[in-house]
């Protein structure tokens, strides 16, 4: 017997003070927490988890460097760096505020800016990158109107999302912030925002200044027309407008234009896509979308918006003198949309997420394609400058 306390209490130490030592608690924790009994007492495990955590004691026992160490990872979640993990691991009163803002869901942050990066891109010298400070100065007020333009959505929206399962833990319909806390918050936003618009020139800011109009009443279109994703497709892509604005002092509206128009048959395209996750909901709490005026149409309809957005996108680029990477990727853009609708399952809601996020990758891709058809423009003309001197 008192062979068999030596031996434990050398092994315990062993455990304890090996490299994985920190693991063991851990572990205990960790099952306890998952399959643990709450009494009034605390948490404690039934039989069946002591008899697991003891086999991982004898595990340990055994080799303890390498099984603590297996046991100290299964217990733990990996480490991530997502929009998600940052809001979770935000101090929790401030949770509530950046999930009004959809923190946690960069996506439409993402859909916002990207119509900027092109107008900012197109714009920039034959040759030359688009203008980094530019891209942040965007990237930094695509975060705060869309922040601005959900919590907006969310004040009209309260007795709608209270309804709705997906919606019904918004901060503003779940009752963790009052409409009182969100106008405040409101804001502060829209005064960030506007810090940001006034680093650009005059005539960016008026032309900044208009579309608040636009955000503040697109949360309502879907109370009076079947066509919501149409306005929301304005609001979203006055960056087509705005990015070259900013870089050039005005719009070029040979170019702008038909960039502006591009993106709002994209929007029509993807939010389409989106709101067909929402229609059974919507037809109870009694909202339009487009997805309910197109029903099984909507693979047609799809397809006339993306020849739409494709023709847009050629004119843009024609005026602004592009040249072949673009066009490239223009028929690249092409087949990923053709290919998106022709698979797209509108009665399975996680294909219409899956669909609708693959638009970010796509827009990203459109604007590399740009940059690469601005670069290639100095190649261009340096070979047109050796003939002219050959000759």
């Not at 031996?7 to 063991?24: D, N, Y």
């Not at 040979?254 to 029509?268: E, I, K």
């Not at 690469?372 to 400058?385: D, F, I, T, V, Y």
Request: aromatic share 10%; glycine share 8%.
């Amino acid at each position: 017997m008192f062979q068999a306390k030596l031996i434990s209490q050398f092994i315990l130490r062993r455990v304890h003070h090996g490299p994985c030592s920190t693991a063991f608690h851990p572990v205990s924790d960790c099952f306890l927490q998952r399959n643990g009994k709450r009494t009034k007492h605390g948490l404690h495990s039934d039989s069946s988890m002591f008899r697991r955590c003891h086999t991982f004691h004898s595990l340990a026992a055994i080799r303890p460097s390498v099984r603590l160490c297996e046991a100290h990872s299964y217990g733990r979640r990996p480490f991530s760096l997502s929009a998600a993990t940052i809001v979770n691991s935000a101090p929790a009163p401030v949770q509530p505020y950046l999930r009004l803002m959809r923190l946690d869901k960069p996506i439409g942050t993402w859909l916002l800016y990207l119509p900027c990066t092109w107008s900012i891109a197109l714009a920039a010298d034959p040759g030359c990158l688009p203008d980094l400070g530019m891209l942040t100065l965007f990237g930094t007020g695509a975060l705060l109107m869309r922040g601005a333009g959900c919590t907006i959505n969310d004040m009209w929206d309260k007795d709608f999302d209270k309804k709705v399962s997906r919606t019904a833990t918004r901060p503003i319909a779940s009752g963790e912030i009052s409409r009182m806390q969100a106008l405040v918050f409101l804001g502060g936003q829209l005064s960030l925002a506007l810090g940001v618009l006034l680093c650009l020139n005059y005539y960016s800011i008026a032309l900044g200044a208009a579309s608040l109009s636009l955000v503040i009443t697109y949360p309502l279109m879907k109370r009076i027309t079947y066509w919501p994703q149409f306005v929301l497709g304005l609001t979203f892509n006055w960056g087509a407008l705005l990015g070259w604005s900013a870089v050039k002092g005005s719009c070029d509206w040979s170019v702008c234009l038909p960039l502006y128009f591009a993106g709002v048959m994209w929007t029509l395209i993807y939010d389409t896509i989106y709101a067909h996750q929402d229609k059974d909901d919507d037809i109870k709490v009694g909202v339009k979308s487009t997805a309910l005026r197109f029903q099984e149409q909507t693979k047609p309809w799809l397809s006339g918006f993306t020849v739409a957005m494709m023709s847009g996108l050629a004119v843009s680029g024609l005026s602004a003198e592009q040249t072949l990477p673009y066009y490239a990727v223009l028929t690249t853009v092409a087949i990923h949309l053709m290919h998106q609708i022709h698979t797209l399952d509108i009665n399975k809601p996680e294909d219409c997420w899956k669909k609708f996020v693959s638009n970010r990758n796509l827009g990203l891709l459109l604007f590399l394609g740009i940059v690469a058809g601005n670069l290639w423009k100095e190649r261009r003309e340096s070979l047109l400058q050796n003939e002219d001197a050959v000759r």
